[in-house]
């Protein structure tokens, strides 16, 4: 099977990413509502942003689409009048390259809940990169610091490491996925027989 992006693969991943704009533009009321809780609850929740790089390598699993993902969503989470701003397109392009970098890291050959998780982590690693750079946490007490760390770090892993798994898991017994993946040689041996 080839790592090449089909103009298919590109326009399957900007859809799905446009979808995933729309959720993001709704999330941003729900995670500001929710971060009037205290405690960053609001972390546990933030996840939901680096999903969009998990989903679209999920289902095509090729090389680029996490970066290309996340930028697409980033940018349909802009054009939507996001409350962030244009900040959300550089957030999106650091979440993707992290996300990016761990499925390099696999060459691209695994598509399991392990590997989509540290995607989710190193999306949410560049996500606090950015939030420090901004100033965002730079001076919280080091038990809040770590409370923050940790509640976004395991909101990530479980949205869009573990809930992103299920949900393409979930497209793919209803057979919608076939199309997004060319036959290899190993599914003509399994016809065969």
């Known amino acids: 099977m080839s790592n090449r992006l089909r103009l298919t693969d590109i ?26 809780l205290g405690l960053h609850i609001d972390q546990l929740i933030y996840g939901m942003w680096f999903m969009a790089g998990t989903v679209a390598y999920l289902l095509i ?12 969503a980033a940018s349909g989470e802009f054009l939507t009048g996001s409350q962030w701003g244009l900040e959300v397109l550089i957030y999106g392009v650091i979440q993707g390259l992290l996300a990016e970098l761990v499925f390099m890291m696999f060459r691209y050959k695994r598509y399991d809940i392990l590997v989509v998780s540290l995607a ?17 946490i730079g001076d919280l007490a080091t038990w809040n610091l770590i409370l923050y760390l940790a509640a976004r770090l395991i909101g990530s892993v479980l949205i869009s490491g ?11 017994k209803t057979g919608v996925t076939n199309m997004l993946r060319p036959i290899s040689k190993s599914d003509y041996d399994m016809l065969d027989q």
Request: no cysteine.
């Open 11 to 36: 326009l399957v991943t900007v859809v799905v990413s446009i979808v995933f704009g729309l959720i993001y533009k709704v999330w941003g009321p729900l995670y500001s509502m929710v971060g009037t």
């Open 61 to 72: 699993r090729k090389p680029g689409l996490a970066l290309l993902a996340e930028i697409a």
């Open 120 to 136: 989710s982590i190193g999306s949410a690693i560049a996500s606090i990169f950015m939030d420090m750079y901004k100033g965002y």
């Open 162 to 172: 573990v809930f992103a798994y299920y949900v393409v898991k979930a497209l793919e």
